[in-house]
């Protein structure tokens, strides 16, 4: 277990790594209610993941295979959803993972629903939280928690083309290159600071489902290799601005 802490922050003296959280007010754009936050977070050496997910799981797929690997330096130590069932579950238990479900229906509302998903993630103590095509946006409660530590992947080049038809929408634009992003999430939609992206070339004949199958090609390898410096290299986070290593 990583020192036991449910909120995984704190110092650790062995192999361990130092989250230091500083809160001031940053208005961005059109974003002004974020608290940027600066977040230091030093490698982590056997970093506990908890990957959430709502439907196929490819993206959970590539992070378990890539878990596999000692090197790697993360391991994947529960997977949740917010729907059953979802085929992302059902890698998972393939995978001999614990699972766990967290139903919106299940709870008076957003608020006691987030709360719970908050208590069902931290007790796995993790280390960083991976919303692995997790279709639900997560509240205070989860920020509160994992806030600095958790990150989102979308199938567009943030900031455009934010929420949940990320590849419509760059379709209907008619952008000639869109991508996917690996992000810190914060409390906007799709709207943390950005810690990755990649391109991907639009084809004319492109519609959303071809489109969407090859950005999911490059978002796989983005999100795991991604995840895997984060660990092993830490991060940082000044205002917008996250940097991988020191
Ligand atoms: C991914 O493209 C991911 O970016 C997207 O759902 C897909 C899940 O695919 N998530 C969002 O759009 C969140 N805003 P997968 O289930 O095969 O990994």
């Not at 974003?31 to 990957?51: N, Q, W």
């Not at 993206?59 to 690997?69: E, G, M, P, V």
């Not at 290159?177 to 004319?204: E, K, N």
């Not at 489902?209 to 940082?236: P, Y």
């Amino acid at each position: 277990m990583a020192g036991g802490n449910p909120l995984g922050c704190g110092p650790r003296p062995l192999g361990g790594w130092y989250l230091a959280i500083g809160l001031y007010c940053a208005p961005f754009g059109d974003h002004p209610a974020t608290y940027l936050r600066v977040v230091e977070v030093s490698g982590i050496k056997g970093a506990r993941l908890v990957l959430l997910v709502s439907g196929e799981g490819t993206n959970l797929q590539a992070l378990i295979d890539a878990c596999r690997d000692a090197d790697f330096g993360a391991q994947v130590v529960a997977v949740g959803a917010d729907r059953g069932p979802a085929n992302g579950l059902a890698r998972a238990e393939r995978a001999g993972l614990p699972c766990f479900t967290v139903r919106l229906a299940d709870y008076p509302g957003r608020e006691e629903w987030d709360a719970a998903l908050t208590r069902a993630c931290a007790g796995f103590a993790p280390d960083l939280v991976v919303l692995a095509g997790f279709m639900k946006l997560v509240g205070k409660s989860f920020l509160d928690t994992f806030g600095g530590r958790c990150v989102n992947t979308h199938p567009a080049l943030l900031p455009s083309f934010p929420g949940t038809h990320g590849v419509r929408d760059a379709l209907a634009h008619g952008v000639k290159v869109t991508g996917c992003t690996v992000l810190l999430v914060d409390d906007g939609v799709d709207a943390g600071p950005i810690v990755a992206q990649a391109s991907v070339p639009v084809a004319d004949d492109d519609d959303e489902v071809t489109l969407h199958e090859r950005i999911k090609v490059a978002e796989r390898a983005l999100l795991v290799s991604t995840v895997g410096r984060m660990v092993r290299e830490g991060w940082s986070v000044q205002g917008r601005k996250v940097r991988i290593g020191s």
